[in-house]
């Protein structure tokens, strides 16, 4: 079984919501990957991109997917308070992803787009 969701750099390699094999960190591949590599790698393989990196967000608005993103827009938060956050949220975060080509978590809400 191939992994359905590539996470980027920018976020925690040790995360129990992300440690199984639907999950593979971009530490695992290439750790200097450029975002383009990872775009084509991930459209190669039909998997969302879990990031904090804008530039995803940017480009999926002009694509048609794969890769879908997802973009996390918390600012500066503490390791605890983001786990915290992914904790309450992830459920839906993986239902929308299913639709939405783009979604962007922020602390407070999710926004989803087509």
């Given at each position: 079984?191939?992994?359905?969701?590539?996470?980027?750099?920018?976020?925690?390699?040790?995360?129990?919501?992300?440690?199984?094999?639907?999950?593979?960190?971009?530490?695992?591949?290439?750790?200097?990957?450029?975002?383009?590599?990872?775009?084509?790698?991930?459209?190669?393989?039909?998997?969302?991109?879990i990031?904090?990196?804008?530039?995803?967000?940017?480009?999926?608005?002009?694509?048609?997917?794969?890769?879908?993103?997802?973009?996390?827009?918390?600012?500066?938060?503490?390791?605890?308070?983001?786990?915290?956050?992914?904790?309450?949220?992830?459920?839906?975060?993986?239902?929308?992803?299913?639709?939405y080509?783009?979604?962007?978590?922020?602390?407070?809400?999710?926004?989803a787009?087509?």
């Open positions: 079984m191939s992994p359905k969701y590539f996470v980027d750099v920018n976020l925690p390699y040790y995360f129990s919501i992300w440690n199984n094999p639907d999950y593979v960190h971009q530490l695992d591949i290439e750790r200097t990957a450029k975002d383009s590599n990872i775009w084509s790698y991930a459209k190669s393989e039909e998997m969302t991109i990031t904090k990196d804008s530039d995803f967000s940017n480009r999926i608005l002009v694509s048609t997917p794969p890769p879908r993103i997802i973009h996390f827009r918390t600012g500066n938060i503490s390791m605890k308070a983001f786990h915290t956050l992914i904790s309450e949220v992830w459920n839906e975060v993986i239902q929308l992803s299913q639709t080509k783009l979604e962007v978590i922020f602390n407070d809400k999710i926004e787009f087509n």
